[in-house]
């Protein structure tokens, strides 16, 4: 079987692509690529949820990607989610995507049940917030015995029925130091088997070294497949066993060939959004919106090369 044929088979069995964000002043730079800030790049700030969306509009971004946690500390606090929906839409962004951690793949029905209870309250608040997408990465499974990926397969179609009866799309995501889903074939595997129409795949650059992915495997996923990608890069002096979370840098700064993976995504099709998602520390201890203006512009630096 071909590239094109995989390619083609993978798009039948993925979502058709949600609505992307208005053309902005970083698009018209760097086309077809958008551009997204993951809250965990200025996740050591503690900045309330007002205020991360205040600093991803400051620094340029197409849209943010908050963590869930933070979204109900501020439901919490006595916030409402149309008051979020009118600050995003004020601020000239859009809610592509939401990080959450749900035991949808776990083998313990009860776990796994009160989990998928938990995703559908989280995706209602998302939709009245506007939100689009939510990460569905193997939490609960990283260090438990290898999961049947069809089994897995059927437990994120599930996830993926809530997550249509409440307007949001969880996308399935390889985490590289789990022992489930740590690669990006299986990600795929657990996509189109699924076989529901809004399967997709949220990748990232870190863990797709951490578990030892061949970055070429981007070319299967196209603009339905791929709809979010995480970016960042790390350093070329630590191995897949030792690198973690935190060594994560700005893109650019460190060793991943990051031109040819976004030439292969464009060419496979891709035109969703880039989402800077960085944990480390050094950056955490600076000033938030100097640090979301750096990555954004160290992120388009990248993509204008890749596509020059």
Not at 29 to 36: D, G, L, S
Not at 113 to 141: I, Y
């Amino acid at each position: 079987m071909n590239g094109i044929t995989r390619r083609t088979l993978f798009g039948a069995a993925a979502c058709a692509l949600a609505p992307l964000a208005g053309e902005s002043r970083a698009n018209e730079q760097v086309k077809p690529f958008h551009f997204m800030l993951n809250t965990s790049t200025i996740m050591g700030q503690k900045l309330p949820l007002m205020q991360q969306i205040e600093v991803a509009a400051k620094a340029g971004y197409d849209a943010i990607e908050p963590w869930v946690r933070d979204i109900e500390q501020f439901l919490k606090d006595g916030g409402k989610a149309t008051d979020v929906k009118k600050k995003i839409a004020d601020s000239g962004l859009t809610m592509e995507s939401a990080i959450g951690f749900f035991e949808w793949i776990v083998d313990d029905e009860g776990k796994r049940k009160a989990a998928l209870e938990q995703a559908k309250k989280t995706m209602d608040v998302l939709n009245q917030m506007g939100g689009k997408r939510l990460a569905a990465p193997p939490s609960g499974a990283t260090n438990t015995q290898p999961i049947d990926l069809l089994s897995a397969a059927k437990r994120y179609r599930e996830l993926l029925d809530i997550g249509q009866s409440q307007g949001i799309v969880p996308m399935v995501e390889m985490w590289g130091f789990s022992k489930n889903l740590s690669r990006l074939g299986e990600a795929a595997l657990v996509a189109i088997e699924a076989g529901h129409k809004n399967s997709c795949v949220l990748a990232d650059v870190y863990h797709l070294y951490k578990g030892g992915s061949d970055f070429a495997g981007l070319k299967q996923l196209g603009q339905a497949s791929l709809q979010v990608f995480h970016m960042n890069d790390y350093p070329g002096n630590l191995d897949r066993a030792m690198i973690q979370d935190k060594d994560r840098v700005y893109p650019g700064d460190g060793a991943a060939p990051l031109g040819t993976m976004l030439k292969t995504m464009k060419d496979a099709g891709f035109n969703g959004f880039l989402s800077l998602e960085l944990f480390n520390r050094e950056y955490w201890m600076q000033d938030a919106n100097l640090v979301a203006k750096t990555g954004l512009e160290k992120m388009k630096k990248v993509a204008n090369k890749a596509l020059s």
